[in-house]
């Protein structure tokens, strides 16, 4: 990928977690992200546990599917350990029930890995701005399956009726 930018200071140290392919994708982002600079990258979720653990992390780039732990897990305790850390999914799974509990342990981020480079690049650099950002297609479709998973289920609190 053709990145522009000189690199600055390395600020935003990284953590990569997911299998080969999709860390080598993580790598071409960061290099287009210049604050950046990748700290520490495994396939396996209990290692990825270790890493938080003993090292400091300001970003966590995740896909759901790791060994032994889910990027799920990983996020849910890297957030206990490093309150400030901006966890970032990226993945294939379009999983409403995946983002629901993302956003339930409170992701910074939920993108899709088919999304263009560049926009997942753009994507990031927002989130290192402060944004809490999910990509739409996978935030409506969650949505709308919360919306006809309990349909007796009233849309509006009785204040609002």
């Known amino acids: 990928?053709?990145?522009?930018?000189?690199?600055t200071p390395g600020r935003v140290r990284t953590l990569a977690a997911a299998a080969a392919e999709r860390r080598a994708l993580f790598r071409s982002l960061l290099e287009c992200l210049?604050?950046?600079?990748?700290?520490?990258?495994?396939?396996?979720?209990?290692?990825?546990?270790?890493?938080?653990?003993?090292?400091?992390?300001?970003?966590a780039l995740l896909d759901i599917s790791l060994r032994r732990l889910s990027?799920?897990?990983?996020?849910?305790?890297?957030?206990?350990?490093?309150?400030?850390?901006a966890v970032v999914i990226i993945s294939d799974i379009d999983d409403p029930p995946c983002l629901l509990e993302a956003l339930r342990i409170g992701v910074t981020g939920y993108l899709p890995a088919a999304a263009a480079p560049h926009d997942l690049v753009g994507a990031l650099q927002r989130i290192l701005a402060g944004e809490v950002l999910f990509d739409p297609g996978f935030?409506?479709?969650?949505?709308?399956?919360?919306?006809?998973?309990?349909?007796?289920?009233p849309m509006f609190s009785p204040k609002y009726r």
């Open 71 to 85: 990027g799920l897990t990983v996020a849910r305790q890297a957030l206990r350990v490093l309150p400030g850390i």
């Open 139 to 153: 935030a409506t479709r969650a949505l709308q399956r919360l919306a006809v998973s309990d349909p007796a289920r």
């Open 34 to 59: 210049p604050q950046t600079v990748l700290v520490a990258e495994t396939d396996d979720g209990r290692t990825a546990l270790d890493y938080v653990r003993h090292r400091r992390f300001d970003l």
């Open 1 to 7: 990928m053709d990145c522009s930018g000189a690199p």
